[in-house]
């Protein structure tokens, strides 16, 4: 009897130092005990920790976004871009340090890079948008496993995980879009240089500036310049002002693709416009053939691929016609 009553203590002497090292490593009721968790390894936690994005983590410092990459109850996906391509943007925007960018620009320029969800990189496939936390779209283009996004940037360092989710580096800043495409065209119209303000006084006369500023339907805007207006017949405002409104947005509507179409992801196809008919998309030669018209449009290199908030503007040099 006395044996029994000494080997009590020594089984449970055993068991509860067993319990404690459970609590410690974090990791005895898990089918895989090769994986340890870390408490608070969330993805702001992997970008400070990274030496090639120390940059965007101070830029990230600067904002209220360090507070929400550390929920743990959210998941989202950082682009980051690395500390080249951070001082390459302060130097083309005319900035000598982070100290010298605006706090509300540097908000909406980190919050742009953060992706609402958690997309590893092989989730990111072509075509794909993602919201982020400044409400804009990221355009994914991914082109034999080389991971392009909005055309300015490129992922060259993939997968780096954290416990609410995945950070991917990038070689470039992505900008994020401030204007519709409504506004782009009016700001462009009214420009030291102009272009568009034909397009812009058809746009108003057709009724479609609420269209063009609306964020519930992308749209890829094939934006005739105000040469192509003048050989179409619209040499002036005046000549558009007399012109019926039902066939300027019989016209303009046949200029507006659904969805984001960048150039680069562009498809030998036809695609079905906001009004109804077809036209021909030419990869390839980066061109436009409406139904009606004996050439196709070119899309002019200098004014083309501009991401607005509801879509995407190329320039064109002949007014499509639909029949």
């Known amino acids: 009897m006395k044996s029994k009553l000494f080997a009590l ?12 090292f459970c609590l410690l490593t974090w990791s005895c009721d898990s089918d895989d005990n090769t994986t340890t968790i870390i408490p608070g390894n969330t993805v702001l936690h992997v970008i400070r920790t990274e030496a090639s994005t120390s940059t965007f983590s101070d830029a990230v410092n600067r904002t209220a ?11 989202f996906t950082v682009f980051a871009p690395n500390n080249e391509a951070f001082a390459a943007y302060l130097q083309a925007n ?19 890079h953060i992706g609402l969800g958690s997309y590893v990189a092989e989730r990111l496939d072509s075509a794909r948008l993602i919201s982020t936390l400044g409400e804009a779209k990221i355009f994914i283009y991914n082109s034999n496993n080389s991971i392009s996004l909005n055309g300015e940037a490129q992922v060259i360092q993939p997968d780096l995980s954290g416990r609410n989710g995945v950070v991917h580096i990038l070689d470039g800043v992505l900008t994020p879009p401030t204007q519709t495409l409504g506004q782009y065209i009016s700001s462009r119209a009214t420009a030291e240089n102009p272009e568009f303000n034909l397009l812009q006084a058809a746009i108003e006369r057709a009724g479609l500036t609420t269209l063009l500023n609306s964020n519930s339907q992308p749209y890829t805007l094939l934006a005739p310049t105000n040469a192509a207006f003048t050989a179409a017949g619209y040499a002036s405002p005046e000549d558009i002002a007399n012109e019926d409104p039902a066939v300027l947005q019989n016209i303009l509507s046949y200029h507006l693709l659904p969805a984001y179409r960048f150039s680069f992801a562009f498809r030998n196809q036809e695609v079905v416009t906001r009004q109804g008919n077809r036209v021909q998309v030419d990869a390839t030669n980066k061109t436009v053939k409406g139904i009606g018209n004996t050439e196709a449009a070119a899309l002019i290199a200098a004014e083309q691929d501009v991401l607005a908030i509801n879509g995407i503007v190329h320039a064109i040099n002949q007014v499509l016609l639909p029949e």
Do not use: C, H
């Open 9 to 20: 203590p020594t089984v449970f002497s055993f068991k509860s130092l067993l319990f404690i």
């Open 94 to 112: 005319g900035y000598g340090s982070l100290d010298q960018v605006p706090a509300a620009a540097l908000e909406n320029l980190v919050n742009y």
């Open 65 to 75: 976004t360090g507070t929400i990459l550390n929920n743990q109850n959210t998941r």
